[in-house]
């Protein structure tokens, strides 16, 4: 990618949101964070989004639909696609499957519930599912999760990874297909609704929803975005 030259450009949707991370504008995209691509290959992106419905989705809601509206002109016009999935009581579910049409996810993240349950796991393990198949049919995926880290419901199942064991189980599962994530090379982008500075980390003590959130983004060599809340 590149900085774009001239009114019109292909966008590079990844690179553009990595960049409105690191200025700590996100949901926000301004034009200082706009990437265009240097290939004139037509691979297109699918943006995959996992949210979770703790009491923060509300900003959630409003900060993502922000974000869709600032790149959604670009989006369309290359026939990139988006996903939503939502974490929700003991699993997760796909509320919108990947398409080019924005509108339908703006209409179903503005009808999503709360609940007191976050199965982050099953969240992120559904998408990296969306992401690879999207990846066979010739996309670059992008996912982005967005949580405030407070993950309560494990994954039933799932191989456990070279982290060190942590006593909640919940937690123990996201390191895990964070790190399935990695593996296969899933572009990530980690959108915490409710940073706090992490404090000084124990051995086998629980990990708070920051450090969680941080830990999962290094894994996977993606972003982090802090939101303060």
């Not at 995209?29 to 943006?47: I, N």
Request: hydrophobic share 40%.
């Amino acid at each position: 990618y590149t900085l774009p030259r001239g009114s019109y450009f292909k966008l590079h949707l990844p690179a553009t949101l990595r960049r409105s991370a690191a200025l700590r504008e996100f949901p926000r995209v301004s034009t200082e964070s706009l990437r265009a691509r240097l290939l004139a290959g037509r691979s297109k992106v699918s943006l995959i989004l996992v949210l979770d419905s703790s009491a923060s989705m509300m900003y959630s809601v409003r900060g993502i639909l922000t974000a869709l509206r600032a790149i959604e002109k670009e989006a369309r016009r290359y026939r990139d696609r988006v996903a939503l999935i939502v974490c929700k009581g003991f699993g997760a579910t796909i509320l919108q499957h990947p398409t080019t049409n924005f509108n339908l996810v703006h209409g179903k993240l503005s009808k999503v519930g709360l609940d007191d349950f976050t199965p982050l796991a099953a969240g992120m393990y559904m998408g990296l599912n969306v992401a690879l198949a999207e990846k066979r049919r010739g996309y670059e995926p992008v996912l982005v999760v967005v949580s405030d880290g407070n993950a309560n419901v494990p994954l039933e199942r799932y191989r456990r990874s070279s982290w060190r064991p942590a006593l909640d189980p919940a937690v123990q599962s996201v390191m895990d297909i964070a790190s399935h994530v990695a593996k296969n090379g899933i572009e990530t982008i980690v959108v915490n609704t409710k940073h706090r500075e992490p404090s000084v980390e124990a051995e086998g003590i629980t990990l708070s929803g920051t450090e969680l959130l941080v830990h999962v983004a290094r894994v996977t060599k993606g972003a982090y975005v802090g939101i303060a809340g």
